[in-house]
Structures are given as structure tokens and as C-alpha cells.
T-cell receptor, first 110, second 117 residues
């Protein structure tokens, strides 16, 4: 099956810093999503981005499908950005389930 | 807004008990999914369903079964709970692919943290 690798596994930054999280995948995909998992375990949808670039406030994401990677950018980090960020992909017909990376654990220090 | 709800946030069961985890979505989505999340292993797909009464095995179906009698509800069943099924269980739903579109986006419930003692 498709492989998903996220880097870095852990990232510690000061408040106000910018960060880039990377997701590499091993095959072409029909779906790529970025999630933020909050301390209570809820997965919050950040982006649905199988290709192209999207922006939402301080967050933006770019997927280069031909090169099989996606980047999540967080600018002017806040302590509330802390948590685990997951990239997940699907290469089937939309009903096959997502394959998740292991996540990037982000800690933003005040 | 899409809303996916799960019957319990925390659940404690004994080994050998039959356990039902319920998931309900309110967006008329065709597809529904059950995942479990474990430290070091990430999120893994247990079962999914693309229609009422239809089910497909995911990556780790052993020890689980599912039921989908109504479109909005997808139940995960542990026939005889074991300690290795202690985990965080997450339900998700997504709409059917439409021709010319790629709206596969999945929406997740808050999760059920199950402990089997």
C-alpha cells in the first residue's frame, strides 16, 4: 500500500516563529488532508489539498502531486498551535480510507 | 458544518465483554470509517462502509465487526474485548465521489478512548 512519511517527527519553536512541515507519499493520490489533533484527541480538518496551494489565515499548504509531497506552513506560531499534525492520503476511489503519516509533534513555547 | 458524533468519550470494559461503539453523522454522507490510534503506530483503518449494509475490511479488522443498518449510523463491535484492544477509536465520514469532483474529504468524530481491563 501507499507509504506516507512526515518530517520532522518533533519540532519545538518559540512563539512567533514560522515552521514548515513536510509530507512525502509513495504513489499518486486522489485525496490529501492535513489535520491538527488537539489535546483531547479530536482531529481538526486543516486542508483538503490533493494538489495546488491553499491558505487559511496563518496556515497555508502546498501539494506538488507530480513530485509526491505536500508542505504545511505555519506562520507567527502561537501556543495554541501546539499539538500533532497529521498528513493523510488516499489513492483509491474515495471510499477506501485514509493512510496516515506518523505525525509531527509541534510544541510552541511562550 | 459537518458533525460526527460518537457515543462515548471514555469507556472502560472488562476482558470478554461485548462492546459497541456508535458513530452518527448528520451530513448524509455515503462513506463511513472506523480507525484506531495507538502510540507509535499512528492511525490505522479497521473497517469502512460505502453504503447501508455494505462493509469492507480495512488494514486491521481482526477482532472487530461492524454494522450499518442506517445511512447515518455506523457501529463498531468488539465481540469479546481483549486488553490489546485498549485504544483510541475514531469514526469518520465522507461524501460520495461526484463525477468531475474529488470531494473525498473525511470528517472525524471526537474519538472514544476505550480501556479494556
Amino acid at each position: 500500500g501507499i507509504q506516507v512519511e512526515q518530517s520532522p517527527p518533533d519540532l519545538i519553536l518559540q512563539e512567533g516563529a514560522n515552521s514548515t512541515l513536510r509530507c512525502n507519499f509513495s504513489d499518486s493520490v486522489n485525496n490529501l488532508q492535513w489535520f491538527h489533533q488537539n489535546p483531547w484527541g479530536q482531529l481538526i480538518n486543516l486542508f483538503y489539498i490533493p494538489s495546488g496551494t491553499k491558505q487559511n489565515g496563518r496556515l497555508s499548504a502546498t501539494t506538488v502531486a507530480t513530485e509526491r509531497y505536500s508542505l504545511l506552513y505555519i506562520s507567527s506560531s502561537q501556543t495554541t498551535d501546539s499539538g500533532v499534525y497529521f498528513c493523510a492520503v488516499e489513492s483509491g476511489g474515495g471510499a477506501d480510507g485514509l493512510t496516515f503519516g506518523k505525525g509531527t509533534h509541534l510544541i510552541i513555547q511562550p | 458544518d459537518v458533525k460526527v458524533t460518537q457515543s462515548s468519550r471514555y469507556l472502560v470494559k472488562r476482558t470478554g465483554e461485548k462492546v459497541f461503539l456508535e458513530c452518527v453523522q448528520d451530513m448524509d454522507h455515503e462513506n463511513m470509517f472506523w480507525y484506531r490510534q495507538d502510540p507509535g503506530l499512528g492511525l490505522r483503518l479497521i473497517y469502512f462502509s460505502y453504503d447501508v449494509k455494505m462493509k469492507e475490511k480495512g488494514d486491521i479488522p481482526e477482532g472487530y465487526s461492524v454494522s450499518r443498518e442506517k445511512k447515518e449510523r455506523f457501529s463498531l463491535i468488539l465481540e469479546s474485548a481483549s486488553t490489546n484492544q485498549t485504544s483510541m477509536y475514531l469514526c469518520a465520514s465522507s461524501p460520495l465521489l461526484l463525477a468531475g469532483d474529488s470531494f473525498y474529504e473525511q470528517y472525524f468524530g471526537p474519538g472514544t478512548r476505550l480501556t479494556v481491563t
